[in-house]
C-alpha cells in the first residue's frame, strides 16, 4: 500500500529524512513513533503529496507519487482519509454537516450523502449527536467526527497524525479501540505518534525514528485473542 525506498528529506541544515525505507502492506496498523522532531509528521506529508521528497522513492497504491504529475494529485488524495490531533472540524457546522463536507469535496450525489454519513456515524459512535456543533462535544467526540469525515470517502489508508495528543488516557484507549476496529474491517492504517503507551497497548508494528533516521522496525505479532465476558 505505502512503499519508502531511500527516501531523504532536508529543510534547508535539517535533515528531516535520511535514508528511510520501509513497507505498509494492505490491512496492516502500522505505527510511526519517536521523539519530537524524529520526522513523522514529514512522512505523512510525504505520502500526502504535500512535500516531494529530495532522493528516493515513494509509492502509494502501486503509483509512483514522487513521479505523479500535479493533476493527478487530488485524485490520489482521495483514496486517502486522513485525521489529526487538533480534529480540523468546522465550527460552524454540525457533525452531519462536518462528515458531508468530504462527500461534498469528492462530488458525491447529495441523495448518497445520508445513508454514508449515517453508517460512520454509527459505526464511530456518534448516531445520536450527529445534529450537535463542535463546541457541544468532548475531546474524544471531535476525534470521532474527525474520524467520521476521514471514513466516508471510503479512503484505502487512514493516516493519523499523532490522534490521541489532545486526550486524556481512557479517552485515548477508546479512540484506538475505535481504530483497532475499523483496521479489522479491512482499513490499511498508518499512525505518527509519541505515544508510547498507545503503541505498548496495542501491540501493532512499530517503525521507530529518531533524528530522521529509521532506527527500529518490529514484525507484525498475532494479535491476542479478546475474551469479553458479557454480564447478564
Ligand atoms: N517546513 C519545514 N521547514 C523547516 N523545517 C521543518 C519543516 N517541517 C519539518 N521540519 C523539521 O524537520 C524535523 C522533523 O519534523 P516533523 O514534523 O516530521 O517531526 P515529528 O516527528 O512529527 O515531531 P512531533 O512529534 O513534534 O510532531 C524537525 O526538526 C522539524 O523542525
Ligand atoms: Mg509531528
Partial sequence: MVKFAHVSKSFGDIKALEDISFEVKKGEFVFITGPSGAGKTTILKLILREILPDTGQIEFDGEDIVALPEEKVPFMRQK??????????????????????????????????????????????????????????????????????????????????????????????????????INKEGKTILMATHNQHVVARLKKRVIELKDGKLVGQTKEEKPKIKVKVEEV
Fill in 80 to 181: 486517502i482519509g486522513v485525521v489529526f490531533q487538533d480534529y480540523k472540524v468546522l465550527p460552524e457546522r454540525t457533525v452531519r454537516e462536518n462528515v458531508e463536507v468530504a462527500l461534498s469535496v469528492l462530488g458525491i450525489a447529495q441523495e448518497e450523502w445520508e445513508a454514508r454519513v449515517n453508517q460512520v456515524l454509527k459505526l464511530v459512535g456518534l448516531d445520536k449527536r450527529s445534529e450537535l456543533f463542535p463546541a457541544q462535544l468532548s475531546g474524544g467526540e471531535l476525534q470521532r467526527v474527525s474520524l467520521a469525515r476521514a471514513l466516508v470517502i471510503n479512503p484505502k489508508l487512514i493516516l493519523a497524525d499523532e490522534p490521541t495528543g489532545n486526550l486524556d488516557w481512557d479517552t485515548a484507549d477508546a479512540i484506538m479501540e475505535l481504530f483497532e476496529k
